[in-house]
C-alpha cells in the first residue's frame, strides 16, 4: 500500500477545486470576515509563499485569483492550508506528503543523528536492521492541541447553535433507530453538542483509532517490526522467522517497505561466508497464539492472522482494498524466500514450520519502517492486516496474549491507562470487522474528552486520518466543491448496516473540534444517504461560525 503523495496527486484536482468552490469562497468570506481578518495576520507570510507557487504553476489559476479580493483569497489559501496543518500551530507551516510540517521537517534535519522525514517510509534504511536505523525525527510537542492565538482562541462554537445545525443530519431518518454522536472543542475538552453519547454502538473501521491510539502508547511510533533468518549452530538448517510485519515485500519497487529480496541477499551472504551452499529451510510462526481466522471467516478484506506473510498474502498486485488472498501466507512467502535464495546460489529444500532454536545464531534482518508509518497507512487505507497486527504488537507489549482475545483486552488496558472514557465499550478485534466491538462518541479517542495534553507519540493518530477529497477512503467520498474538502480529517466505518465517521475539523473561526458519529442500524437501502448524511454533517461543521 503506497503511501500517500497528497500534493503530487493533489495538484491538479486542487487547481479544480478552486474553480469550483470559487462562488462559496465569496459566501464564507461574507460569514467568516471577522475571524478571517485575524487569520490574515496570522498566515500573512505562508499566503505569499502560496501564492507566488501557485502563480509558477499556472497562470490561468493566476488570472482567476486575481479576480479575487484580498480577503477572500486570504480565506481561500487559509482554507486549502488547513489540509495540513488541523491540530498544529497554524504558523508552522503547511504538510508535507509524509504528513509532517515541512517546517518541522527541516527543523529535524538540521538536527544531528535523528533521521529523515518525520513518519517516511524511508526515513532511515527502513530494510535494514532495527539497530542501525535512526529514529524519526521529532515530533510536535502535543498531538490534538488546540489552535489557539489568533485563529481560535474564545472563539467555541455556541452548542445550541451547533445542535441546530446538525440535528438535521444527524437525526434524519436515513440514519436508522440507533444512532450516537458527540463533537468536541480539543483545546478545552468540553462536548459542545452530544446525541446519545452515552450509547455504545458498533463502530466498525473508526475501531481502528482506538488500535492506532494503542499501539503508538504501548509500542511507541519509532518501533521497527523484524522479519529474520536464524541458523541452528553447527548444521545446516535455517528459519525464517515471523515478526510481524505484514508490509513485508517480495516486489522489487519496496517503497520504502522492508523487502525480502534484500532478506535473501544478506542471508546468502551470510551463507557464503560459513560456507554453506545448501540448506534446510523451515518457518517459525510462534510470535502469535489463538486462532488465525477472524470470526467473520474467509474474507478478502483480511487475510489469515499469522507473523509471516508477503505483501499481505495478496494473490493480485492489489496494495490495498479487497482481495483473494493465499490460504498458507507463511508458507508461500517461505516458498517466495526459497526460489530468491535458489536464485543467489543457495540450494534449498523446505520443511514447512518448526520453531527457531533457543541457540540459534541471527543469519540477518530486515525492519519495517517506524511504528508511525504504519500506523498512518493503516488509518488512511482502512488496512486490516496492519490492524490486527498492530493489536496483537500491543499484546505481547503490555502481557497479554498476542491473540484477537488478547488483542483486545490489551487495547482496552492501554485506552484506560490515557484515561479515554471506557464505560460500555468492547473490543473484539483490532480492525473493526467484528461486530462484537462496541464504542460510544466519547471513547473514540479524538473525541475523548480531556484537558489533559495528549502524548506526542500520539501524533500520527492525526496525521494518518484521510483527508477529505485527498487521501484514502476519503478522497472520493467528499465532492470537489464540497465544504469539507481539504477540511475534514477523519476515520470511516462501514459494515451491513453500520455506518460512521470519526475525526476532526476546523471550523470557520479556526477552532479545532473533534466529533464522532455513529449509526449501527442503518437500513442496507439507505446506506448511501446515511454515508452522505454523515458527510454532510462534517461540512457543516467546517463552515460553523457558531459563536
Known sequence: MREPKVWRAARPRVVRVVHGVKPGIVRVTRAVKPGAARVAQAVKPGVVRVTSAVTARSSQLTRNTKKLTTLQFTAGAATLGLVFSAGAVAAAGPWDSSGQRTAERDWAASR???GGADHGRS???SSGTAAGAPKPAPSAPSVLAGLGGASGAGSAPDSAALAALLDPFLKSPVLGPRRAASVVDVETGEQLYSQNAEEALTPASTTKIATAVAALSAVGPDHRLQTRTVLDPDSAEVVL???????LTAHKD???????????DRTADALDKRHLKEITLTHD?????GPEQHTIGRNGNLALVVPLMV????LDDSSSGSADRDPDPAGDATAEFADLLEERGIKVRTEGDAAAPKNAKELAAVSSPPLATLVERMLTNSDNDIAEALARHVALATGEQPSFEGGAAAIKKELKKLEVPLKGVEFADGSGLSRGNALTPPSSPPCSPSRRPRP??????LTGLPVAGFTGTLRTRYPSDATGTGIVRAKTGTLSNVNTLA??????DGRLLAFAFLAAETPLGNTDPAKKALTDATSTLATCGCR
Open 456 to 461: 506526542p507519540e500520539l501524533r500520527p493518530v
Open 503 to 508: 475525526g476532526t475539523v476546523v471550523d470557520a
Open 311 to 314: 505483501d499481505e498474502a495478496r
Open 123 to 125: 526515513s532511515g534504511t
Open 254 to 264: 519496496t517503497e520504502g517497505y522492508a523487502s525480502l529480496r534484500t532478506l535473501a
Open 112 to 114: 544531528e543523528g535523528q
Open 285 to 289: 510462526v510462534s510470535l502469535y497464539e
Open 241 to 247: 522467522v515471523g515478526g510481524g510485519d505484514p508490509t
